[in-house]
């Protein structure tokens, strides 16, 4: 694998469905690890509050190891499927999302919960696959509003025109 595989800026679109598995690990895992750095950060400082330092890294690997097994687990899956069946569709997503689903029951001790958890990512990973060949966003970009409170100063909300300065009447 050459050193663009490796790059963290690696998309899972970029290679096509059932190549460079590291690449799609890649961009799954960094998500994955936002996502539970960013969860985990909310749960310590919000919910749980552990007082030093282990105790709290305890709880960042509590959250973030999931995180990043539910992702890889998706990735691992939706390759496999692809290599096993030969087919590019949904139902590789599926088996991926499932497989996600499992390392959640697994992490929460819970098989109901797992089985819920792989229909749930089973109908997002169907739709996203389905908005990847139909060409449409699954998640749009968010565009810039006019009226913004954080920066106020962007716009002009005066009622007239300041006018021109510096001009005579020409005599």
């Known amino acids: 694998m050459g050193c663009a595989n490796m790059s963290l800026k690696a998309n899972y679109y970029d290679k096509p469905e059932g190549d460079d598995l590291f690449g799609k690990m890649i961009a799954t895992n960094k998500y994955a690890l936002a ?66 689903g499992g390392v959640y029951g697994a992490w929460k001790r819970n098989v109901v919960g797992g089985l819920v958890a792989g229909l749930i990512f089973s109908v997002a990973g169907a739709l996203k696959k389905q908005s990847v060949d139909e060409g449409w966003e699954f998640f749009p970009e968010v565009k ?8 106020p100063n962007r716009y002009d909300f005066t009622l007239t025109q300041e006018r021109e300065r510096g001009w005579t009447s020409g005599k």
């Open 35 to 100: 996502g539970g750095l960013g969860w985990s950060t909310v749960e310590v400082m919000m919910v749980s509050k552990p007082k030093g330092y282990l105790p709290t890294i305890a709880r960042y690997v509590y959250f973030t190891g999931p995180f990043v097994g539910m992702a890889s687990a998706f990735t691992v899956g939706a390759y496999a499927a692809n290599k096993l069946r030969g087919r590019d569709d949904g139902w590789n997503y599926v088996a991926g999302a499932f497989a996600a």
């Open 144 to 151: 810039q509003h006019a009226i913004s409170a954080v920066n």
